[in-house]
């Protein structure tokens, strides 16, 4: 199994301003990805972080509002720029281990004001 | 595309009583499918799972059966308990170029009253 920790696991945030969150897995693996859960509404996938090159972005989402970096195989971030409350989601890292299961970490609450 | 779709929520029953939630998926391939519950505060886990037709998930009294004749995957408990009160998300994944990512229903909110 893999264990996967995100930091912070909640911030309040102003307008304007930056968070980068931290997604930590206790193994290596194969794939990340970042997902975003609006207040009430189900899982959207942001990206897949790939390692040594740039994510592939959804529709919907791009790079200069989303930056992620997976620089090994257990680790990678994802930034929220320019926030906007339109942004106050719970992110979650996902993980794909190379046994081909699949684990969320526990989700980052933003709040954006 | 892919996609899933669950009956709408809230569902509140009582103690003891059976569940169904309903979960139909449009999906090319052969994808697997999933059950995940997200309790108060906390992240998603996985529930169940079935990666092939006619398979049967099953996990803490809850089950779902893959049935590819009806691209369905319902979810169901025999007897519910107050602890079960959480939202459950249908999900499914098929193999694409970058892995295997998910795609999620809108989850439903089940509430069991003692």
């Known amino acids: 199994s893999a264990v996967i920790s995100q930091k912070p696991s909640r911030d309040i945030c102003q307008r304007g301003t930056s968070l980068t969150i931290q997604c930590q897995v206790d193994?290596?693996?194969?794939?990340m990805f970042w997902y975003r859960q609006q207040p009430g509404q189900s899982l959207t996938l942001i990206a897949t972080a790939n390692q040594g090159s740039e994510a592939t972005y959804e529709s919907g989402f791009v790079i200069d509002k989303f930056p992620i970096s997976r620089p090994n195989l257990t680790f990678s971030t994802l930034t929220v720029s320019n926030m906007s409350p339109e942004d106050s989601s719970i992110y979650l890292c996902s993980v794909e281990s190379f046994g081909g299961e699949q684990y969320f970490g526990p989700g980052t609450r933003l709040t954006v004001t | 595309g892919n996609s899933v779709t669950q009956m709408e929520g809230p569902v509140t029953l009582s103690e003891e009583a059976f569940l169904t939630i309903n979960c139909t998926y449009t999906a090319t391939g052969y994808p697997s499918l999933f059950w995940y519950v997200q309790y108060p505060g906390e992240g998603l886990q996985l529930l169940l799972k079935a990666t092939k037709a006619d398979d049967k998930g099953s996990n803490k009294g809850f089950e779902a059966t893959y049935r590819k004749e009806t691209t369905s995957f319902h979810l169901e408990k025999g007897s519910v308990q107050v602890s079960d009160s959480a939202v459950y998300f249908c999900?499914?994944?098929?193999?694409?170029?970058?892995?295997?990512?998910?795609?999620f229903g809108p989850g439903t909110r089940l509430s069991v009253l003692p």
């Open positions: 999900a499914l994944t098929s193999p694409g170029d970058y892995g295997q990512n998910f795609v």
């Open positions: 193994s290596q693996v194969t794939m």
